[in-house]
């Protein structure tokens, strides 16, 4: 499975994603290999972890975005993403999460997608803003956000 845009592949890390991911060193954080290995023992947890960005012109996995677990009793689940300093400033975190946002409310398993960012980080939050996500609170160190159906 994967999940297209005009600029981007999306597609779930799996065995045979990760084959590319290495051939390309990528490295953004221990995030994917965390979810492969907890994939291995709970292989319902497919489409519900990390996913790589990858550009359709070059081949390149640009950056891991993803779920933070299945969706919970109320349907809400959270998003986290990663794209690699050197592509940031082009739109593809923006891009990458409207389908991969899209893709989950489709689902019917999710009516509410949840993140969060440090009060700093300026690029996360225009990315969320840009999505329609609404500020639903703060604390002393997060930013929570949330969109629904």
């Given at each position: 499975?994967?999940?297209?845009?005009?600029r981007l592949l999306v597609m779930p890390c799996t065995e045979k994603t990760m084959e590319i991911a290495i051939e390309q060193s990528y490295d953004n954080?221990?995030?994917?290999?965390?979810?492969?290995?907890e994939l291995k023992e709970k292989p319902y947890?497919?489409?519900?972890?990390?996913?790589?960005?990858?550009?359709?012109?070059?081949?390149?996995?640009?950056?891991d975005i993803g779920f933070?677990?299945?969706?919970?009793?109320?349907?809400?689940?959270?998003i986290g993403y990663g794209i690699l300093e050197s592509y940031c400033n082009n739109g593809y975190a923006t891009e990458a999460l409207k389908?991969?946002?899209?893709?989950a409310f489709a689902t019917s398993k999710v009516d509410k997608v949840i993140?969060?960012?440090?009060?700093?980080?300026?690029?996360?939050?225009?990315?969320?803003?840009?999505?329609?996500?609404?500020?639903?609170?703060?604390?002393e160190k997060m930013i929570n956000w949330e969109a629904s159906i």
């Open positions: 499975m994967k999940l297209e845009t005009q954080g221990p995030e994917v290999s965390f979810f492969l290995a947890l497919l489409y519900w972890g990390s996913w790589f960005v990858i550009r359709k012109i070059d081949g390149m996995i640009i950056g933070k677990g299945i969706p919970n009793e109320e349907k809400v689940v959270e389908v991969l946002i899209q893709w993140a969060e960012t440090v009060h700093d980080n300026f690029g996360s939050i225009r990315v969320l803003e840009k999505l329609g996500m609404r500020r639903s609170s703060l604390t």
